[in-house]
């Protein structure tokens, strides 16, 4: 019984946390590696505080890339 829970524990913490945390970090390690102007989006697709940290990075990166668009034109 003790192992199953601790199984099922070990598998939740692997889909609600470290999941997440992965894409977050490749995605981070994209844009460090990126050309100026490339997209880097995260999928924000959860309604928790991994949603809301992917849809604040999907922000910050679309405001740079219109920020260098506009330094383009100029």
Known sequence: MD?????????????????????????LLAAA???MGDPIKVPDLRNDEFGE???AFNRTSNRLMQDLQRLKVT
């Open 3 to 27: 192992c199953l829970l601790i199984l099922a524990l070990s598998r939740s913490l692997h889909v609600v946390v470290l999941q997440p945390l992965e894409k977050l970090r490749r995605a």
């Open 53 to 55: 940290v992917a849809a």
């Open 33 to 35: 590696k990126a050309k």
